[in-house]
Antibody, heavy 123, light 108 residues
Framework: EVQLVESGGGLVQPGGSLRLSCATS????????MNWVRQAPGKGLEWVSY????????YYADSVKGRFTISRDNAKNSLYLQMNSLRAEDTAVYYC????????????????WGQGTMVTVSS | SSELTQDPAVSVALGQTVRITCQGD??????ASWYQQKPGQAPVLVIY???NRPSGIPDRFSGSSSGNTASLTITGAQAEDEADYYC???????????FGGGTKLTVL
């Protein structure tokens, strides 16, 4: 069964850091491009970041650029999101999502999603 | 950068056809993908590309596009189709993804 499982969320103070992980199974992780998408409570979806299968190409939303770092470990079948200088507006459920198309840029066609991990930024 | 605009709410009678739209400049260049999200659950991809359904998505879901508008059509809406629906596409740079604000579909 294809599966994505996020972890690492929690409560953090403004200005703090968190590292999210996404453990994958059931498919050849190293062949797929991956994304992080977030959803603030009661709000819509927001794309956060993309990484190519090899890790050679990375893109970020303007709202997180310079503060968040996406990475992957293909040997461990895992995706990561290092989040620094966190703000209240970063409070959201963070999903990892598999890009079903291999194009070298985020396609928007995300066919597999994890269950999400909640990040709360508050003092 | 640009935006994708969706109607906040749409309703449809059980068994009838409903169209949910998504407008944005990037849709003149890129296809939209469509997601269904039920409360407390992760989004599910229902349409991608010109009009492609992932495995397991009923054929009552279809997609189309014209100019700056993409549409998701549900032909013969079922009670289980009641959910939030989101469109997305690449932005004008091609290196980022935009999501629409979502449409809450009520099946009456």
């Amino acid at each position: 069964e294809v599966q994505l499982v996020e972890s690492g969320g929690g409560l953090v103070q403004p200005g703090g850091s968190l590292r999210l992980s996404c453990a994958t199974s059931g498919f050849t992780f190293s062949s797929y491009e991956m994304n992080w998408v977030r959803q603030a409570p009661g709000k819509g979806l927001e794309w956060v970041s993309y990484i190519r299968s090899s890790g050679s190409t990375i893109y970020y939303a303007d709202s997180v650029k310079g503060r968040f770092t996406i990475s992957r470990d293909n040997a461990k079948n895992s995706l990561y999101l290092q989040m620094n200088s966190l703000r209240a507006e970063d409070t959201a459920v963070y999903y990892c999502a598999r890009d079903m198309l291999t194009t070298g840029t985020p396609s928007g066609a995300f066919d597999i999603w994890g269950q999400g991990t909640m990040v709360t930024v508050s003092s | 950068s640009s935006e994708l605009t969706q109607d906040p709410a749409v309703s449809v009678a059980l068994g009838q056809t409903v169209r949910i739209t998504c407008q944005g400049d990037s849709l003149r260049i890129y296809y939209a993908s469509w997601y269904q999200q039920k409360p407390g659950q992760a989004p599910v991809l229902v349409i991608y590309g010109k009009n492609n359904r992932p495995s397991g998505i009923p054929d009552r879901f279809s997609g189309s596009s014209s100019g700056n508008t993409a549409s998701l059509t549900i032909t013969g809406a079922q009670a289980e189709d009641e959910a939030d629906y989101y469109c997305n596409s690449r932005d004008s740079s091609g290196n980022r993804v935009l999501f629409g604000g979502g449409t809450k579909l009520t099946v009456l």
